[in-house]
């Protein structure tokens, strides 16, 4: 990366961060020492809601370094409102957004600036499996991408993170997007413009705790895959015909137990036939329910997040 010291452009680095006061100190020392031959950058942590001593700390490292700054949210917004919001305040040519965890390896910055540097408006990562997760883990991820394409206008790969270059025309694309529930690596895909993965290994956890369990993945599953399609109103049309199809071949079977008296009267086939048609009808209602209830939290207006406090020289770019 020598060649960057003639480079004349700026580079923001956007952080989400929610409790990972264990981590702040090791992720500023390996992103300088990935950025050392790099002058003209800057680091905005987005504080998504912490409860320890995250904030104080980003308070300290800004007060002996002006390149780090910080967002603090007033309460827990999600990891996809915290990018947002750090878009917003980013002033670089380009924005490199990554988890602070460790489990994205800052070593892999320059490698994302180069394939900018050679025309690229987006430079993405692909996470490579993971034999350190759990079996359950690793299925439903590979489950969510899979159903993810089948049912979605946009095709991701399998292993696709929020660990991103984006060229400020990118980003300024982003922003104007006037729709609530972004889904990052959705978005990304559907926006177009030129771009090429880069595949990584992630880092084991060394300190605190995933912020992602089972039931809040599911979740932002739900979310990405309801953000770019409407392939499951459709799904939920075809089982009720599907259904509908299978009563109607019931009914000769019917008028023929009628007229031999070979029915066999019991209560058993009609409960079992109301749980299961009841349960397709939940699952369809549930399906409607999401898109209704996206539009709306959508007519409200309110705020993706709320800033309670940031730092000095931070100002939100419309």
Partial sequence: MNHLQKEPFFISIVIPIMNESGNIEVLLDRISASLQDLERYEIIFVDDGSTDETLS?????????KRIQYLSFSRNFGHQNALKAGLHFANGDCVISLDGD????????PELIDKWLS?????????????????????????????????SDVQLEEGSADYRLMDKYVVEVIKKLDEDSLFFRGITKWIGFKQCSIEYTPAQRTWGESKYPFKKMVRFAVQGI????????FLAIYLGFFFSFLSVLYIPYIIYTMYTNSHVPGWVSILMT????????LIVLGIMGVYIGKIFISQKKRPDYIIREKSDFLTEKK
């Fill in 226 to 233: 309801t953000s770019f399609s409407i392939q499951p109103l």
């Fill in 57 to 65: 700390l980003l308070k300290q490292y800004h007060s002996h370094n």
């Fill in 274 to 281: 109301v749980v299961f048609f009841g349960g397709v009808q």
């Fill in 119 to 151: 025309g690229y408006d987006v430079v993405y990562t692909i996470r490579k499996e993971d034999i350190h997760l759990s079996f359950l883990k690793r299925k439903t991820s590979h489950f969510f991408y899979k159903l993810m394409n089948i049912v």
């Fill in 102 to 109: 460790l489990q994205h390896p800052p070593e892999l910055i």
